[in-house]
């Protein structure tokens, strides 16, 4: 952090994203979030991008406990034909089921992209 001159409490947001945040165990965040945690505001926003097709329920968990409090589904569409086309690996079920259980673990703020 002393790279970024990052001071103590000062930083409110936390995006993990790009590519797919959710392939990876909880478990493997823990040094990222154990150097985070001394700069966070009390309430930063703590934001993961997620495939509703590799979103389990543990790893919605798992996220959770880190202090993840905020979760984006890359969704993109609830239709079968359309998530064909654009190559998804999820079908719109698992996205329905992504989001019941984010809500389950905890989650109050859940997005769809």
């Known amino acids: 952090m002393q790279r970024f001159q990052a001071e103590k ?6 995006f993990i994203g790009g590519g797919t945040p959710s392939t990876v165990a ?4 823990e040094e990222i979030f154990d150097l985070l945690n001394p700069y966070l505001v009390k309430n930063a926003e703590i934001t993961s991008e997620a495939n509703p097709n590799s979103a389990t329920k543990e790893w919605l968990e798992g996220m959770y406990t880190l202090g993840v ?3 984006s589904f ?12 654009l190559n ?6 698992m ?3 992504a989001v019941h259980n984010a809500s389950a673990v905890g989650f109050k703020n859940i997005s769809l992209i």
Request: a neutral charge.
């Open 74 to 85: 890359g969704t993109q569409t609830f239709d079968k034909e359309k998530l064909k086309i």
């Open 69 to 71: 409090n905020r979760i």
């Open 26 to 29: 909880p478990q493997l965040y």
């Open 88 to 93: 998804r690996a999820h079908t719109p079920q």
């Open 95 to 97: 996205s329905s089921d």
């Open 9 to 14: 409490e000062t930083i409110e947001t936390v």
